[in-house]
């Protein structure tokens, strides 16, 4: 057992380092995942701020108490574009025959996925650090956050970066070609955008509220915010937890269901 063990850990491993090895190779893949969240912080900050903090906070408001309110929500609409290079990379690994080489190998068939797994959610991490940069950059201060809610808001953000990219690499799995996996992701890059990442759900439009409502990314922002900002989080902490489970779990199965379906 401990053998088997020490195998899969050594085999996941190597697959790891192929797949940082594959993402130091092409940069410009993550540069565009990290330029879209950049540019959208810019954009809302200081070109739509002071009018969003109006609409937000009232005319007492100022742009500090919206870069406070968006930067929560940029952090995970980066974590949310991320996976969207790993069901790139999966499926590029499917169609040009890399994966059939490696059934014919003595590893870990598992290692593979898991390689794509990590290693995506450590890019998820260096993006939403170097994201943050940026916010500290522009002004904003979570200084009220004790230790253990840093903790706290560390661990969500690696698990919703989990879950994603268990969903990633099942699109990836399931696709004919990378442009059709890069297709195929784009709805984790989309729904950050009708969360509540950018302004409340309760100003939102009563036909568009619930969409915005009852998807996993608006439970797992409120969620960041009272961490960092200290308001209510309410029930959304376990709303943002039950999604990230719920996500991996089927993304788990889905990916290793066709992982290990006898190639055609």
């Given at each position: 057992m401990s053998s088997a063990l020490a195998l899969a850990a050594r085999d996941s491993s190597t697959m790891l380092r192929r797949n940082l090895l594959h993402a130091r190779r092409y940069p410009s893949l993550t540069l565009n995942v990290l330029l879209t969240p950049i540019v959208l912080l810019l954009l809302f900050v200081y070109v739509f701020g002071d009018v969003m903090s109006a609409g937000i906070g009232g005319a007492g408001a100022d742009r500090a108490d919206y870069?406070?309110?968006?930067?929560?929500?940029?952090?995970?609409?980066?974590?949310?574009?991320?996976?969207?290079?790993?069901?790139?990379?999966?499926?590029?690994?499917?169609?040009?025959?890399?994966i059939a080489r490696f059934r014919t190998m003595a590893i870990h068939r598992g290692s593979v996925l898991v390689g794509h797994v990590v290693g995506s959610v450590i890019q998820s991490v260096a993006s939403?650090?170097?994201?943050?940069?940026?916010?500290?950059?522009?002004?904003?201060?979570?200084?009220?956050?004790?230790?253990?809610?840093?903790?706290?808001?560390?661990?969500?953000?690696?698990?919703?970066?989990?879950?994603f990219t268990w969903i990633a690499?099942?699109?990836?799995?399931?696709?004919?070609?990378?442009?059709?996996?890069?297709?195929?992701?784009?709805?984790?890059?989309?729904?950050?955008?009708?969360?509540?990442a950018f302004v409340?759900?309760?100003?939102?439009?009563?036909?568009?509220?619930?969409?915005?409502?009852?998807?996993?990314f608006t439970p797992a922002i409120e969620t960041l915010r009272g961490l960092l900002l200290g308001s209510d989080i309410g029930s959304s902490g376990w709303l943002a937890v039950g999604w990230c489970v719920g996500l991996t779990v089927v993304g788990y199965l889905w990916s290793t269901s066709l992982f290990h379906r006898d190639p055609k």
């Amino acid at each position: 057992m401990s053998s088997a063990l020490a195998l899969a850990a050594r085999d996941s491993s190597t697959m790891l380092r192929r797949n940082l090895l594959h993402a130091r190779r092409y940069p410009s893949l993550t540069l565009n995942v990290l330029l879209t969240p950049i540019v959208l912080l810019l954009l809302f900050v200081y070109v739509f701020g002071d009018v969003m903090s109006a609409g937000i906070g009232g005319a007492g408001a100022d742009r500090a108490d919206y870069v406070a309110y968006l930067v929560p929500g940029i952090l995970l609409m980066t974590i949310g574009a991320t996976p969207a290079g790993t069901a790139v990379s999966v499926s590029m690994d499917m169609t040009e025959g890399i994966i059939a080489r490696f059934r014919t190998m003595a590893i870990h068939r598992g290692s593979v996925l898991v390689g794509h797994v990590v290693g995506s959610v450590i890019q998820s991490v260096a993006s939403v650090l170097l994201v943050g940069a940026v916010a500290v950059a522009i002004g904003f201060r979570a200084t009220d956050a004790s230790p253990l809610e840093w903790l706290a808001a560390f661990g969500l953000l690696v698990l919703v970066a989990t879950a994603f990219t268990w969903i990633a690499v099942g699109m990836g799995m399931a696709s004919p070609s990378p442009e059709a996996a890069s297709n195929n992701a784009l709805p984790l890059m989309i729904l950050p955008l009708v969360s509540s990442a950018f302004v409340p759900v309760e100003q939102m439009p009563g036909w568009f509220r619930p969409l915005a409502e009852y998807q996993p990314f608006t439970p797992a922002i409120e969620t960041l915010r009272g961490l960092l900002l200290g308001s209510d989080i309410g029930s959304s902490g376990w709303l943002a937890v039950g999604w990230c489970v719920g996500l991996t779990v089927v993304g788990y199965l889905w990916s290793t269901s066709l992982f290990h379906r006898d190639p055609k």
